[in-house]
């Protein structure tokens, strides 16, 4: 009883409740731990903060997402239920070991049976209940469900394999298949995780399985090899793809119902060295399609953006690397568009997600339908507004610029690191430079950072280094930006914690940090004249344009991310 004991002598329980609570302790059979987290007498992380200093054990943080399926796989689930214990990582032959009663005998014995089974070693840390709960989640949501999987498999591999090698329609397995089943678990765990993309990645000996979660790739599961053409045929076959074909890329796509929601899936397989390579996108058109607020477009670059919409022709770009969310802002931008009395075709690559009331074009270069024959076609579409997937060859940014010029709005993507650099690499593809400021509306430049989550994000007075980094950048603010600002003293910002809500990350989502630059007559006469980068940057910052990294300070200020993640998408490396 040195925990009740501890609070005592902490002032944290007067006599009579901690005579009161031994009692219940007597009666219950429960823990100490049990019995004062029940009483809400103090929190969890004080309790074994407390707990950590009289057992002289470490107490370890747990993410439960990061822990490796292999790592878990060491202990059994049932003995990790019975004995609070699960391993939490691997260095060379020792595993970390984390327990909630380190000083149980009973566990203590079963752990040091497990090692001289196992011919391991080990290091023991102290977790939480929370972390053990989370642990436990992933053998339940997972690990379990695929070894299940991966059990049957082997019991009746043969006849499995012989079914997808035969033909497609031989190849539809009975629900209950394990491919299937696996398959499924894969793209049940990727929902559930909101992983925006699954990779399936065979090597030497492992067929790796990675989720990318808020635009970071975490490793979730190692499988046999002797499964990869089995998971991959399943996924050929759910996404129309040759199942035959391995030595060439395929693109293909597919829907699914699940958790209760329809999601489509776009596919692209990748030959490589140990085999097929399978990558999913995840659609999910409930989180796909937003709107500019919830993209994190706001204030005057909002306003710069609503303004060149409005304009009965143009030329609207995003640019950005790939993954950068450029479609996403494309596709926000034609929400915005999409009247009864405006006629928008769109060409593609692919199509992403599906718009009511918008007419969508996939490309099919195999049959020499590209952008620019796409674009050819659509003008006589009598179209109001185009979409251009990317701007990819002279063709393309030829064919776009006129139709921008002859009274049509033309939305596109680019290849740019910065809204600066859209202007050089239009005339790199041919654009003569006296036709840009007559045809282009505005630049979006585009990054995606992670959002701090709202329940666990702390408040932090920045160390030296951090505080002048914030500062010297505030320096470099456009005049009318700084007088907007209200810097605290002592500067507060925010660091990530994490707590069971967002999974221990210390991050809920994602958002964009733009750059937006507009035309105008100085900018103008400028291209006309000398339009190289560092020129066109100094008038634009004249005239009130914010940098990327500008941008991720106000947002780091307002409490919405981390200066760590804006270095991250900001920063060359």
């Known amino acids: 009883m040195k925990l009740l004991q501890e609070l005592f002598g902490n002032g944290l329980l007067n006599e009579k409740n901690r005579n009161e609570l031994q009692k219940e302790l007597e009666k219950t059979g429960k823990t100490e731990e049990e019995i004062i987290l029940e009483k809400k007498i103090v929190s969890e992380e004080y309790l074994f903060e407390l707990k950590s200093k009289i057992s002289n054990v470490s107490l370890k943080k747990v993410k439960a997402e990061e822990v490796p399926s292999d790592v878990l796989r060491l202990i059994p689930e049932e003995a990790a239920i019975n004995y609070k214990m699960v391993p939490l990582a691997k260095r060379g032959n020792i595993f970390e070991i984390g327990m909630v009663y380190p000083e149980n005998v009973t566990a203590q014995s079963a752990l040091r049976f497990l090692s001289r089974q196992e011919n ?309 593809m041919g654009v003569r430079p006296f036709l840009i400021p007559s045809t282009l509306r505005v630049a979006i430049a585009q990054r995606l950072i992670r959002i701090l989550c709202s329940h666990c994000k702390k408040k932090v007075i920045p160390n030296e280094k951090m505080k002048n980094y914030v500062l010297s950048r505030i320096k470099s603010f456009p005049a009318q930006v700084k007088k907007e600002i209200n810097v605290s003293k002592p500067l507060y910002i925010y660091e990530a914690k994490g707590c069971e809500l967002c999974g221990f990350i210390g991050y809920s989502d994602r958002m964009g940090l733009f750059e937006v630059l507009s035309m105008t007559d100085e900018l103008a006469e400028l291209i006309l004249k000398n339009p190289v980068e560092s020129s066109i940057l100094k008038i634009a910052q004249k005239q009130g344009m914010l940098t990327m990294e500008q941008e991720g300070i106000l947002k780091v200020l307002n409490g919405e991310t981390t200066i760590q993640e804006v270095r991250r998408v900001t920063e060359e490396k």
Do not use: C
């Open 120 to 428: 391991f070693t080990y290091e023991i840390f102290l977790i939480t209940f929370t972390d053990l709960n989370n642990l436990l989640k992933q053998y339940r949501t997972f690990t379990s469900e695929t070894k299940k999987a991966l059990d049957e498999l082997q019991q009746g591999k043969k006849e499995i394999l012989g079914a997808l090698e035969i033909n497609q329609s031989h190849a539809i397995m009975a629900e209950e298949a394990p491919i299937i089943k696996m398959v499924l678990v894969i793209l049940k765990h990727a929902i559930e995780g909101n992983a925006s993309d699954i990779h399936i990645e065979p090597g030497r000996d492992k067929l790796r399985v990675r989720f990318r979660q808020n635009g970071v790739l975490y490793s979730s599961l190692l499988l046999p090899l002797s499964v990869q053409f089995a998971i991959a045929a399943r996924v050929k076959i759910i996404a129309s793809l040759k199942i035959d074909e391995n030595r060439i890329p395929q693109d293909g796509r597919f829907s699914a119902k699940i958790g209760g929601k329809d999601v489509d899936f776009r596919v692209a397989t990748f030959p490589t060295l140990y085999g097929e390579k399978v990558e999913i996108r995840v659609l999910d058109p409930s989180k796909g399609l937003k709107s500019f607020e919830e993209l994190g477009l706001k204030g005057k670059n909002f306003d710069i953006v609503k303004e060149a919409i409005k304009k009965p022709y143009g030329l609207i770009l995003s640019t950005g690397p790939t993954g950068s969310g450029k479609t996403t802002t494309l596709y926000a931008l034609l929400q915005i568009l999409n009247k009864n009395d405006v006629n928008i075709v769109t060409i593609e690559d692919p199509i992403e997600y599906s718009i009511d009331g918008i007419n969508q074009s996939q490309i099919k270069p195999e049959i020499g339908y590209n952008f620019a024959q796409g674009l050819r076609q659509i003008l006589r579409q009598d179209p109001n507004i185009i979409m251009v997937g990317e701007i990819r060859d002279e063709e393309t940014a030829s064919l776009a610029t006129q139709a921008a010029l002859t009274g049509h709005v033309v939305l596109s993507s680019l290849h740019t690191n910065t809204s600066i650099g859209v202007i050089p690499r239009l005339i790199d």
